[in-house]
C-alpha cells in the first residue's frame, strides 16, 4: 500500500486552536469483520491490535477528571474488542454520552447476536455506516453481501426502538463517495436516503451524515495507484471555506489509540500526527489527566482541507449543513 503521508505533511492549511474538549475519541483496535476500500484505518479480520482492559480504564479516568460529556468509540469494528461492553456500561453509569460508530454487519456475526439489545439498554447512539441505499454501490465498496447484512442489522436496530420517530434512540447514517469526488448536499441526500430506506426495506433512521473521503491509507493509495491524487488533493483546497474552521472536530475533541497514545483527530492518528502543532512527540493519556488543552494549536497537514471543504465535513457530518 502506497503512503501518502509524504505528500500531506508540507501544508498552507490555516491554523486551528482548540477549544474546549467536549469528546473522547477511542479507537479499540484495528480489527474489524470487513476490509472496506475506503477505510482510512486499513481495519481487517486480520488485524490484532486491541486497547487493553488499563487503556480502558484509563478512558474512564480521563473522562471523570476533565469531566468530558461524549465518548466516541470507533475502530476497526469497536465491538470486537474484548472490554467493549464493559467500557460502555462504565461510562454510561458515570452519565456520559457515549456514540458507537457501527459497521452494522457486526450485529450478525456470531457471538454479537444480543448486541443490538445491549446497545438499546445502555441507550448508545449509533452512527453506522451505508455509504448508499443501493446494494451495488455498497457491495463495491464494502465487499460482497454487505448490503444484505447492513439491511438485517438495520432491521435489528429498527425492532429495538433505533431511530423510531420521537424515540429517545439514536441511529445516524454515514455516507462517503465512492471515488474522489465531494459529497453532495447532505440535507437533500438525507431526505433521499430516508425515503429509498423506508420505501424499499420499511427502514426508519434519524440523521444522515455526509463525510469526503480522506487521502490517506487505503483510499489515498488507491489514488496514487489510478494518478488521481494530486487532481483530487485540488478539488479538496479549491472547495475550501474558511467558515468551516470555526466547527472542524479537532477544537472539541481529542483522538486515542488503541495504546493510550493521543492526537488532535482520528486522521491525525492514522498518520501518527503527533498531538499539537509543537510536541516534542507522541503524548499518552495518562499525561493530560491534569492538563487543560484550551487554546493550544491543533497539528496540521493537506488531508485537513477534506474537512473545510464544500459543505464540510466532520465525524458528526456536514459542517455547513
Known amino acids: 500500500m502506497r503512503d501518502t503521508f509524504p505528500l500531506l505533511v508540507k501544508t498552507d492549511f490555516p491554523t486551528v486552536y482548540r477549544a474546549r474538549i467536549d469528546t473522547l475519541q ?82 450478525n456475526e456470531p457471538g454479537q447476536t444480543d448486541l443490538a439489545a445491549f446497545l438499546a439498554d445502555q441507550q448508545v447512539e449509533i452512527t453506522a455506516s451505508l455509504p448508499c441505499y443501493l446494494e451495488e454501490n455498497v457491495d463495491q465498496q464494502r465487499g460482497k453481501g454487505v448490503f444484505e447484512s447492513s439491511l438485517a442489522g438495520l432491521r435489528q436496530l429498527n425492532t429495538h426502538g433505533y431511530g423510531q420517530p420521537g424515540g429517545n434512540l439514536m441511529l445516524n447514517l454515514v455516507y462517503n463517495p465512492l471515488g474522489p469526488s465531494l459529497p453532495p448536499d447532505q440535507v437533500g441526500l438525507e431526505a433521499a436516503y430516508q425515503q429509498e430506506l423506508a420505501t424499499r426495506y420499511g427502514i426508519v433512521f434519524n440523521h444522515l451524515f455526509a463525510l469526503a473521503n480522506m487521502p490517506i491509507q487505503r483510499f489515498g493509495s488507491q489514488l496514487l495507484s489510478k494518478g488521481q491524487f494530486a487532481p483530487y488533493m485540488d478539488l479538496l483546497k479549491a472547495a475550501h471555506r474558511n467558515e468551516n474552521l470555526d466547527a472542524v472536530m479537532c477544537r472539541n475533541l481529542i483522538s486515542v489509540d488503541w495504546r493510550g497514545y493521543v492526537y488532535d483527530c482520528d486522521f491525525n492518528q492514522m498518520l501518527k500526527l503527533p498531538l499539537g502543532a509543537n510536541g516534542p512527540g507522541h503524548t499518552h493519556l495518562a499525561d493530560l489527566l491534569d492538563r487543560d488543552l484550551t487554546g493550544a494549536q491543533v497539528r496540521v497537514a493537506d488531508h485537513c482541507y477534506g474537512c473545510t471543504a464544500g459543505q464540510g465535513s466532520s465525524c458528526g457530518g456536514a459542517l455547513a449543513a
Open 26 to 107: 477511542a479507537n479499540l483496535g484495528y480489527r474489524c469483520n470487513q476490509s472496506c476500500t475506503h477505510c482510512h484505518v486499513a481495519a481487517s479480520p486480520q488485524r490484532t491490535e486491541e486497547m487493553s482492559g488499563e487503556t480502558v480504564d484509563l478512558l474512564l479516568r480521563y473522562l471523570t477528571l476533565r469531566r468530558v460529556a461524549t465518548l466516541d468509540l470507533t475502530g476497526g469494528a469497536p465491538e470486537l474488542n474484548p472490554h467493549f461492553r464493559h467500557l460502555v456500561v462504565r461510562a454510561r453509569s458515570q452519565g456520559v454520552h457515549v456514540i458507537d460508530r457501527c459497521n452494522l454487519t457486526i450485529l
